[in-house]
């Protein structure tokens, strides 16, 4: 009887997941890797140009075209356009600026009152249309499971 005790727990110390494991049960937990975000652009007027996508991780390096990550693509069609910005970590706030560069220039104009004069859209409800909106308002969190968002080019008039 002692021998199968002393079995019995030399067989719980070695064996895997027996009494004396310090493994924790199932697999371990896995860092998720860069994802791809799609998106759909709606109400893209010209079918040429290109849209340029600013993407935006704080409220320090929003709306700065030095500090953010810009994806350009180009239009070949009207109507709406599948966008895809690789390499977005899930888990990590993000924001999008988006502007339609219709005339190519690399620029997003504006008329003699600074108002935009090219098509553009944010990743969020704008609180108001009489200031920038900030980080804040327009982040999102980057979720791998999320569906897929629709964002709309706007107009000022």
Known sequence: ???????????????????????????EPVEPGPASLFFVLDNVRKPYGTIWIGVYQSADDF??????????VKVDEAGRAVIEIPDLLPGEDYALGI???INDNGEFDTNWLGLPAEPWAFS???KSRLRLPRFEEVSFIFKLQ????VLRLRTWF
């Open 146 to 149: 999320a569906p897929r968002q």
């Open 124 to 126: 969020g409800e704008l």
């Open 1 to 27: 009887m002692m021998r199968y005790l002393l079995l019995l727990l030399l067989l719980s110390v070695l064996v895997p997941g027996g009494a004396g494991s310090h493994r924790a049960s199932g697999p």
């Open 99 to 101: 502007f339609h560069d």
């Open 63 to 72: 709306l700065d075209r030095e500090k953010a990550r810009l994806v350009a």
